[in-house]
């Protein structure tokens, strides 16, 4: 069943073939795009494939009213491009579209642009799409998240230590075990619950209902989630079969260990983007490493605080941390690498950020810890020294009591009497004393520890090891913090990639012209704005500055465009004092290429003057 359920989440989480959270890569129409004649169809390309909602896309007509469009489908032939089908009459004007999809890593990501049919023209409607997600139902999803990882942490890492280490209070650790379970079942749900307002991007109670949970179950972020429940009902039953009999852990705790990890792994960044299989193994190995370091702190800590360790379990997980560490170093190299993708993206991306702070905490971390490994060979070499100096000297054989004696009536000697009182018993044979063994002591609190009437001696060894430990713990607990976020943030390839593949959207042209008619006081500037500087309808406004600086008003502003290359124009801007500023709404410039604009400027009924200068059109 394990092998199974592995294989499902392999499966789930191969689907990306391109990178971790989802980019618009190219859209038809373009942004910003002046169209002759209405579209059939509106279009997306992302950098990944994309799950889509009942609501992916909105269109808004020139009055912001909402159009009627077909159900958002994906094309035939790749799951990275959605395709909605638009109205059969468009009226002319400028069109508004919202869009919102769920990236392969189950993360949603939304946007908007534009694209004018006809004409452009002023629209009312809003270009934002809103937040990407509701900032209560974020929060909440988030702060699941968070606990989900920190029990996943406590449960793995905590049932491996008392496996591997064997401490000698078992009883605690099961109670900590036990709210591990609970913690993360009570996670689990709450993500359940709240995917379906977190892809819609509404409040924590707008998505509520059984048609909302049968989609996210239907989804793959909700399938992960079911597997993991599956998988803590499996861990119910072990755990209980633990806290009745004495019998460790063997390779059934690491296949649900493992079959844990995968859940997140098939959910999260290594379920999309380059070397999938090998992401996510890279993963789970990355997860169970935390787990078995941090978890296995976490209850050392609980052992160190309510009972005297033996120095042979503060070894073994200290040897098991060193190796949990490797694994972290190895895995975490090429998680930094795949999803950074470029040095700069170290410092010029908030994922590049995010994982350099993380190293600064695991850095803290690696510092606490040699201080742990330190603290533990003195506290090794203590004991040992201690059993030295306690060790019993053999006590002398106590010299028999001679037995008492009676007369003897007949004879008139004395004879040995035995002292009254019950027999004594054989000693049992030799193969009845039972072997010494290494069973895991109960997990139950029927059966306490020799540790718990005896309150340890003051050790400064153990002082200074209960110190480190607890540093360890807290910087652990940022650390998994920190992931948390980390793992919610577009990565520095995927941004690269999206920056890469995005059509280029061009801006206002800015143009200052300056002039002079030759009398005191008659010179200055113009500064022209052309929107959006491209070829069909634009707008153009002017400015008037005087040589103060300051905005001049003056009697005539004319400007013209021509194009040489191609023998078009003069093409009067048509300008309109607009008191203050010189504008028109509606410039078409049919071609692109470089346009000579000519700036006419009249300061009085005599002085005036000519600029020309040159503005390119995309």
Not at 6 to 33: K, Q
Not at 225 to 240: E, F, I, N
Not at 560 to 574: M, N, Q
Not at 586 to 608: C, H, Y
């Amino acid at each position: 069943m394990l092998l199974g359920t592995l294989l499902v989440l392999f499966l789930l989480g191969g689907t990306g073939p391109a990178s971790a959270h989802a980019a618009l890569r190219a859209s038809d129409p373009e942004d910003g795009a002046l169209l002759k004649s209405a579209p059939r169809h509106l279009t997306l390309t992302f950098t990944e494939s994309v799950g889509l909602l009942e609501d992916s896309f909105r269109v808004l007509d020139p009055d912001g009213r909402r159009l009627r469009t077909g159900e958002p489908t994906h094309t035939p032939d790749s799951s990275r491009t959605a395709r909605v089908t638009l109205p059969g009459k468009l009226a002319q004007g400028t069109y508004t579209v919202a869009w919102r999809v769920v990236s392969a890593d189950s993360h949603p990501v939304s946007g908007a642009f534009t694209f004018s049919v006809g004409k452009a023209t002023v629209t009312t409607a809003t270009v934002d799409p809103g937040p990407t997600e509701d900032p209560a139902t974020k929060g909440l999803y988030n702060i699941a998240r968070y606990l989900a990882y920190l029990a996943a942490a406590l449960l793995i890492g905590t049932a491996t230590f008392v496996a591997l280490c064997r401490p000698p209070d078992a009883p605690v650790l099961g109670r900590l075990l036990r709210a591990s379970w609970w913690t993360l079942l009570g996670a689990t749900l709450a993500l359940l619950v709240l995917r379906a307002p977190y892809e819609t991007g509404e409040g924590p109670l707008g998505s509520l209902g059984v048609d909302s949970l049968s989609r996210t179950l239907s989804s793959r972020p909700g399938a992960v989630l079911l597997v993991r429940l599956g998988l803590l009902g499996v861990a119910a039953g072990y755990l209980v079969r633990l806290a009745r009999r004495r019998k460790p852990y063997g390779w059934g705790g690491a296949a649900l260990a493992v079959g844990l990890a995968m859940t997140w792994a098939a959910g999260e960044h290594a379920s999309a983007g380059i070397q999938v299989p090998v992401a996510m193994t890279s993963s789970a190995l990355h997860l169970l490493a935390t787990a078995v370091w941090l978890g296995g702190l976490a209850a050392l800590l609980v052992t160190l605080y309510r009972a005297r360790p033996t120095p042979a379990a503060v070894t073994r997980f200290s040897r098991l941390a060193f190796a949990s560490v490797t694994v972290l170093v190895v895995t975490g190299v090429y998680q930094s690498w795949r999803g950074l993708g470029s040095w700069d993206a170290l410092t010029g991306t908030t994922y590049g950020r995010l994982l350099t702070l993380k190293l600064v905490a695991v850095a803290l971390l690696l510092g606490a810890a040699a201080l742990s490994r330190r603290w533990t060979a003195r506290l090794a070499t203590s004991a040992d020294t201690e059993a030295v100096v306690r060790e019993p000297e053999p006590e002398p054989e106590p010299e028999p009591e001679p037995e008492p004696e009676r007369e003897r009536e007949h004879e008139g000697e004395r004879v040995p009497e035995a002292v009254g009182g019950p027999a004594l018993p054989e000693p049992p044979a030799q193969s009845d004393v039972p072997p010494p063994t290494d069973d895991v002591p109960p997990l139950t609190d029927d059966a306490p520890s020799p540790q718990d009437d005896v309150p340890p001696p003051p050790d400064p060894n153990r002082r200074a090891l209960r110190s480190s430990v607890l540093a360890e713990v807290v910087v652990g607990a940022v650390v998994l913090l920190v992931t948390t976020i980390l793992t919610s943030t577009l990565p520095g390839r995927a941004e690269a990639d999206a920056g890469a593949g995005a059509p280029t959207v061009i801006g206002a042209s800015v143009t200052n012209v300056p002039f002079d008619v030759g009398t005191p006081g008659g010179h200055g500037k113009v500064q022209v704005t052309l929107d959006p500087g491209r070829v069909g309808d634009n707008s153009i406004e002017a400015l008037v500055y005087g040589p103060d600086g300051g905005v001049s008003i003056v009697p005539e502003l004319r400007i013209s465009f021509t194009h040489p290359a191609k023998d078009i124009g003069p093409l009067d801007a048509e300008l309109t004092d607009k008191g203050g500023y010189w504008a028109n709404s509606f410039l078409n410039l049919p071609i692109a290429g470089t346009w000579e604009m000519k700036v006419t400027v009249r300061i009085s009924e005599v002085d005036q003057v000519s600029e020309t200068e040159s503005v390119v059109v995309r």
